[in-house]
């Protein structure tokens, strides 16, 4: 079944296209400085902007295994493997592999790994908010609101090109 695919908007021209101008240019932008600050603020706990999200997605159960945390983290699997080397060498994480299937590599954190998890969420709480400086509550929900439409537009996209593509 195709997904109804709603009408492009007309907001850029090829002629007059500024990438300074655009919202994936300003996005990026966005995403790097709150990468830069991510890290700096982390940067006393000893923890990477690359490390961080691995980590707290452990302490909150979203991943158990390291197929799941490259899945919730969107990364290949040799680049969580490297990932959680670090980690491990950092005596942050466990892994250990599953009795009942040797292919699953179960990860845990340490009593370390769940110390450090306990700043990030502090962190990542203080930046948003300073990104968000001078905006109201109603344009915070406005922002998100007009965020969460344009992922799902793209993600609407991106199933239309694969059926296409099928």
Known sequence: ????????????????????????????????????????????????????LPLFRLSRGDAGTAAEMARVCQLDAGATT??????EDKGLVLRERSDEDRRVVNLSLTREGRQAAKVVPEVLSRVHNGALAGFTPEEWETLKSLLRRMRANLDTMNAAE?????
Do not use: C, H, K
């Not at 002629?15 to 655009?22: K, L, W």
């Not at 932008?29 to 006393?44: D, K």
């Not at 490297?82 to 980690?87: F, G, K």
């Open 1 to 52: 079944m195709r997904t109804a695919r709603r009408p492009a908007a007309d907001f850029y021209r090829a002629e007059a296209y500024d990438p300074e101008q655009s919202i994936g240019y300003l996005m990026r932008r966005v995403l790097s400085g709150f990468a830069q600050q991510i890290e700096m603020e982390l940067e006393p706990s000893g923890l990477t902007s690359a490390q961080w």
């Open 82 to 87: 490297r990932l959680l080397d670090r980690l």
């Open 162 to 166: 694969v059926s296409d593509a099928n």
